[in-house]
């Protein structure tokens, strides 16, 4: 107790010093604390399910596409050979994501749900909060209208009734019964890699399958979840997986090739922001080692001018360990005062950064300031206590007494360990702003060159919605399209709407309805037919979104009659290298259609090529029901205007119909970048940050080395050392471990070069104009920290140091 309050009062002491300090660790400890809790929420928190390690996201890998498509989701006739040809395989279920209009007293409501086979619940052994779970029963036609809900659901839209159970809730119009509530930390991972489903779906109704009619060579829609046996590891299920593949593709008229994989279920969602997500957290945390290290500097500069008492105290008997104790002491306490209010920051902090993170973030509702987080604060605390306060302590009790009072009454140069120690901590902080930094500008990079690629479409005054029509009123093919053909109609009549289209589905929204093409005559095996993606528009489509159309026209009410496609310039160099596609015939599901015209490619994810698109009016029977489409409008009035527009426009056809997803098109193009711009943000947020942590420490130990070497600086002075000439000496020495650490941080960051990778796009590890300006920069900015101080040094007046001498 003796040690802490020496320790406080040395602290009063120094009010400027000891606020710095722990102003500069909260900070840190803040923005380490806010990031960890975001990997602990995304990465490490084990699925709120009994045994989650052996649960596992079956997805079937087809080699003929794999270039394209490395997993993809079931074909329900597979998974259910799979039950009786894999001993491995204890339970698995099926899941199908989707979306429904819930009906109630305001305006209809757009939700995300799941259609889920009884199995799949108790695959992952969930009990529900209240009521029970979907049976078997459940799934038969005509009793299949119940619905189990989501917590979220139950306690927002339906106010947590406790006697919800059994009561009807209408979807699409049509009642389905509640047969249960769901408790609040059930997450279904979904394990469908073309999933549309933008959050954890608000209900889970029964999935009924009609195997009877399904196809062993396609329907990949389905996501799967398996629970191992115990005792049996991923290796022998998946072998055993495989061994019923190759079962499977034996009996294919085809043979196409068929393999399995099973990935671990709290993997599925996250696999794409791990590298992300350690890569911020590595960034931060150097950011505070560069804090630790500044304090270090700053302790052993507080320890040098400490060194005539220490003298003193040694030589009346205090012992090496008591004087480490008391010093470190400082630290702890520093550390403590930090840590405790980096912890409130935090809280701040990370509402802030979820803010800011795309609305894909996986897992963001499980992110908290939990138990893990408190812990992994007060251990971060410790841990700057040591980095920061053990070295400058041990080396204060090295000191030798007799040497320090011989010294106490000369001008102290500094000793040469000293300024060594000082100059490796420099040279540490900035290797480590110069990765911060590179990575920086790599992403920054990367992030222009991704917002200038050619998307395809050209944004202008466009505005989307998607619409949801219920499934009682529009159950027919006919009156959906009765309802578009008005919907289109009543909107070209309003002023200030230039152009209004509809598609099945945006671009930059990634790849759905993917089938096999050909023409016809083509005899090879259907598995090495080309795949294309297939979008239902109106004629209008192409205009509205300003893609062009190279070859031919677009549709017109005059081809309801006939069986037309558009094509994408892709599957035209695909099908017909060297000639005119207009007129020729394609085949989709069996059905030939001709082509009528060639439209410009347009991507479907920014980082990748554009896919082949066939192009269908929506009219089109082969296309079921269009119970789901996006209106895309091209107004000459502001976006909230033609919005205003297209709800009364709807609202005068059917009033039970739902409007979601409003946004303008430059919103699509920003949602597209969304992960690589936050990413980016927050790596070059936190290489800035370390860039001006790192210039204090430069300026606070070349200020204290100028100071110390006052009287010196002014002996030479006096010998006919000119200004400019003291000036460039301090900056030369200042400077000297600012550029071994740059030329250490290059080479981490190159060695670093096959990690990232992944993280770029259209930019090299090793991309020369990025290490220059980072060279540039932390030149400029170390030269300034240490010129300041130069300056200082050069106005000394070499009288005053003859004098002391």
Same mark, same amino acid.
């Given at each position: 107790?003796?040690?802490?309050?020496?320790?406080?009062?040395?602290?009063?002491?120094?009010?400027?010093?000891?606020?710095?300090?722990?102003?500069?660790?909260?900070?840190?400890?803040?923005?380490?604390?806010?990031?960890?809790?975001?990997?602990?929420?995304?990465l490490?928190?084990?699925?709120?399910?009994?045994?989650?390690?052996?649960?596992?996201?079956?997805?079937?890998?087809?080699?003929?596409?794999?270039?394209?498509?490395?997993?993809?989701?079931?074909?329900?006739?597979?998974?259910?050979?799979?039950?009786?040809?894999?001993?491995?395989?204890?339970?698995?279920?099926?899941?199908?994501?989707?979306h429904?209009?819930?009906?109630?007293?305001?305006?209809?409501l757009?939700?995300?749900?799941?259609?889920?086979?009884? %199995?799949?619940?108790?695959?992952?052994?969930?009990?529900?909060?209240?009521?029970?779970?979907?049976?078997?029963?459940?799934?038969?036609?005509?009793?299949?209208?119940?619905?189990?809900?989501?917590?979220?659901?139950?306690?927002?839209?339906?106010?947590?009734?406790?006697?919800?159970?059994?009561?009807?809730?209408?979807?699409?119009?049509?009642?389905?019964?509640?047969?249960?509530?769901?408790?609040?930390?059930?997450?279904?991972?979904?394990?469908?890699?073309?999933?549309?489903?933008?959050s954890?779906?608000?209900?889970?109704?029964?999935?009924?399958?009609?195997?009877?009619?399904?196809?062993?060579?396609?329907?990949?829609?389905?996501?799967?979840?398996?629970?191992?046996?115990?005792?049996?590891?991923?290796?022998?299920?998946?072998?055993?997986?495989?061994?019923?593949?190759?079962?499977?593709?034996?009996?294919?008229?085809?043979?196409?090739?068929?393999?399995?994989?099973?990935?671990?279920?709290?993997?599925?969602?996250?696999?794409?922001?791990?590298?992300?997500?350690?890569?911020?957290?590595?960034?931060?945390?150097?950011?505070?080692?560069?804090?630790?290290?500044?304090?270090?500097?700053?302790?052993?500069?507080?320890?040098?001018?400490?060194?005539?008492?220490?003298?003193?105290?040694?030589?009346?008997?205090?012992?090496?360990?008591?004087?480490?104790?008391?010093?470190?002491?400082?630290?702890?306490?520093?550390?403590?005062?930090?840590?405790?209010?980096?912890?409130?920051?935090?809280?701040?902090?990370?509402?802030?950064?979820?803010?800011?993170?795309?609305?894909?973030?996986?897992?963001?509702?499980?992110?908290?300031? %939990?138990?893990?987080?408190?812990?992994?604060?007060?251990?971060?605390?410790?841990?700057?206590?040591?980095?920061?306060?053990?070295?400058?302590?041990?080396?204060?009790?090295?000191?030798?007494?007799?040497?320090?009072?011989?010294?106490?009454?000369?001008?102290?140069?500094?000793?040469?360990?000293?300024?060594?120690?000082?100059?490796?901590?420099?040279?540490?902080?900035?290797?480590?702003?110069?990765?911060?930094?590179?990575?920086?500008?790599?992403?920054?990079?990367?992030?222009v060159?991704?917002?200038?690629?050619?998307?395809?479409?050209?944004?202008?005054?466009?505005?989307?919605?998607?619409?949801?029509?219920?499934?009682?009123?529009?159950?027919?093919?006919?009156?959906?399209?009765?309802?578009?053909?008005?919907?289109?109609?009543?909107?070209?009549?309003?002023?200030?709407?230039?152009?209004?289209?509809?598609?099945?589905?945006?671009?930059?929204?990634?790849?759905?309805?993917?089938?096999?093409?050909?023409?016809?005559?083509?005899?090879?095996?259907?598995?090495?037919?080309?795949t294309?993606?297939?979008?239902?528009?109106?004629?209008?489509?192409?205009?509205?979104?300003?893609?062009?159309?190279?070859?031919?026209?677009?549709?017109?009410?005059?081809?309801?009659?006939?069986?037309?496609?558009?094509?994408?310039?892709?599957?035209?160099?695909?099908?017909?290298?060297?000639?005119?596609?207009?007129?020729?015939?394609?085949?989709?599901?069996?059905?030939?259609?001709?082509?009528?015209?060639?439209?410009? %490619?347009?991507?479907?994810?920014?980082?990748?090529?554009?896919?082949?698109?066939?192009?269908?009016?929506?009219?089109?029977?082969?296309?079921?029901?269009?119970?789901?489409?996006?209106?895309?409008?091209?107004?000459?009035?502001p976006?909230?205007?033609?919005?205003?527009?297209?709800?009364?426009?709807?609202?005068?056809?059917?009033?039970?119909?739902?409007i979601?997803?409003?946004?303008?098109?430059?919103e699509?193009?920003?949602?597209a970048?969304?992960?690589?711009?936050?990413r980016?943000q927050?790596?070059?947020?936190?290489?800035?940050?370390?860039?001006?942590?790192?210039?204090?420490?430069?300026f606070?130990?070349?200020?204290?080395?100028?100071?110390?070497?006052?009287?010196?600086?002014?002996?030479?002075?006096?010998?006919?050392a000119?200004?400019?000439g003291?000036?460039?000496?301090?900056?030369?020495?200042?400077?000297?471990?600012?550029?071994w650490?740059?030329?250490?941080?290059?080479?981490?960051?190159?060695?670093?070069?096959?990690?990232?990778?992944?993280?770029?796009?259209?930019?090299?590890?090793?991309?020369?104009?990025?290490?220059?300006?980072?060279?540039?920069?932390?030149?400029?900015?170390?030269?300034?920290?240490?010129?300041?101080?130069?300056?200082?040094?050069?106005?000394?007046?070499?009288?005053?140091?003859?004098?002391?001498?």
């Amino acid at each position: 107790m003796k040690d802490v309050t020496y320790a406080l009062r040395r602290l009063r002491q120094s009010p400027i010093f000891t606020t710095f300090a722990a102003l500069s660790l909260a900070l840190g400890i803040a923005a380490n604390v806010a990031i960890f809790s975001i990997v602990n929420g995304v990465l490490l928190k084990p699925l709120a399910f009994p045994e989650p390690d052996r649960l596992f996201a079956a997805v079937e890998v087809v080699p003929k596409v794999a270039q394209l498509y490395p997993i993809l989701p079931v074909n329900p006739l597979h998974a259910e050979k799979w039950k009786s040809m894999v001993p491995g395989i204890e339970r698995l279920g099926l899941a199908q994501a989707q979306h429904a209009i819930l009906g109630g007293a305001g305006q209809p409501l757009r939700i995300p749900i799941a259609t889920v086979t009884p %199995d799949l619940l108790r695959t992952l052994k969930v009990q529900p909060l209240l009521g029970r779970l979907i049976e078997p029963s459940d799934a038969e036609n005509g009793r299949d209208h119940v619905v189990l809900l989501s917590y979220a659901l139950w306690r927002g839209q339906l106010g947590g009734d406790p006697n919800i159970v059994g009561r009807d809730i209408r979807l699409g119009g049509i009642p389905n019964r509640v047969i249960g509530v769901l408790r609040p930390e059930f997450r279904l991972q979904q394990a469908d890699v073309f999933s549309d489903l933008e959050s954890q779906p608000m209900l889970l109704t029964p999935l009924t399958l009609r195997l009877s009619g399904e196809s062993l060579e396609g329907d990949f829609n389905y996501s799967a979840i398996v629970r191992l046996r115990p005792g049996v590891s991923r290796e022998r299920a998946l072998a055993m997986l495989n061994t019923a593949q190759a079962s499977i593709t034996k009996s294919l008229p085809d043979k196409m090739e068929l393999r399995a994989d099973l990935i671990p279920l709290n993997e599925i969602s996250v696999r794409n922001s791990r590298l992300s997500l350690w890569l911020v957290l590595g960034a931060v945390g150097a950011v505070l080692l560069i804090v630790c290290l500044n304090l270090a500097t700053l302790m052993l500069a507080r320890g040098t001018l400490r060194n005539r008492e220490v003298a003193v105290r040694t030589a009346l008997g205090a012992s090496r360990f008591r004087l480490i104790r008391e010093a470190f002491m400082e630290a702890m306490a520093l550390s403590a005062v930090g840590g405790a209010l980096g912890i409130a920051l935090a809280k701040a902090g990370l509402r802030a950064i979820l803010a800011a993170a795309p609305a894909a973030l996986p897992r963001r509702d499980e992110v908290a300031l %939990d138990l893990n987080v408190l812990l992994f604060a007060l251990g971060l605390t410790l841990a700057t206590a040591l980095l920061f306060g053990l070295y400058p302590a041990w080396r204060q009790s090295r000191r030798d007494p007799q040497e320090a009072l011989a010294a106490s009454g000369r001008a102290n140069t500094g000793s040469r360990s000293g300024t060594r120690s000082r100059s490796i901590l420099i040279a540490i902080e900035a290797g480590l702003s110069t990765v911060l930094l590179a990575l920086g500008g790599l992403l920054l990079d990367s992030f222009v060159h991704l917002t200038h690629t050619e998307a395809g479409f050209e944004v202008g005054n466009q505005v989307s919605a998607k619409l949801s029509l219920p499934g009682a009123n529009y159950s027919k093919n006919a009156a959906s399209i009765a309802f578009y053909d008005k919907l289109l109609d009543e909107l070209s009549s309003r002023p200030g709407i230039r152009i209004a289209a509809i598609t099945s589905h945006l671009p930059l929204n990634g790849e759905t309805w993917i089938d096999l093409i050909t023409r016809p005559g083509d005899t090879r095996p259907l598995f090495q037919h080309p795949t294309t993606n297939v979008r239902f528009i109106s004629g209008s489509y192409f205009e509205a979104m300003h893609i062009p159309i190279l070859e031919g026209r677009t549709f017109t009410p005059a081809d309801k009659a006939s069986p037309v496609i558009v094509i994408s310039n892709s599957v035209a160099k695909l099908l017909w290298p060297r000639e005119n596609p207009v007129g020729e015939t394609i085949l989709l599901e069996d059905q030939r259609l001709r082509v009528i015209g060639v439209a410009g %490619d347009t991507r479907a994810d920014l980082e990748k090529s554009a896919p082949s698109v066939v192009y269908a009016p929506y009219w089109y029977t082969a296309a079921g029901s269009s119970f789901n489409m996006t209106v895309v409008l091209s107004a000459s009035v502001p976006p909230g205007d033609a919005v205003s527009m297209l709800r009364r426009s709807v609202a005068k056809i059917d009033s039970g119909i739902a409007i979601s997803n409003v946004q303008t098109f430059g919103e699509v193009l920003s949602d597209a970048v969304a992960e690589r711009r936050f990413r980016m943000q927050l790596v070059g947020a936190f290489a800035v940050a370390a860039l001006l942590v790192a210039a204090l420490g430069i300026f606070g130990v070349i200020a204290g080395v100028v100071s110390a070497r006052r009287n010196e600086i002014g002996v030479r002075m006096a010998l006919g050392a000119t200004p400019a000439g003291v000036v460039a000496m301090v900056v030369r020495q200042g400077m000297l471990p600012v550029w071994w650490g740059l030329a250490a941080g290059i080479a981490a960051t190159l060695a670093c070069g096959p990690l990232i990778r992944n993280l770029l796009y259209q930019v090299q590890s090793s991309d020369p104009l990025t290490y220059v300006a980072v060279t540039l920069a932390l030149s400029a900015v170390g030269a300034l920290a240490c010129w300041i101080p130069a300056r200082r040094a050069a106005s000394i007046d070499p009288m005053q140091a003859l004098r002391y001498e």
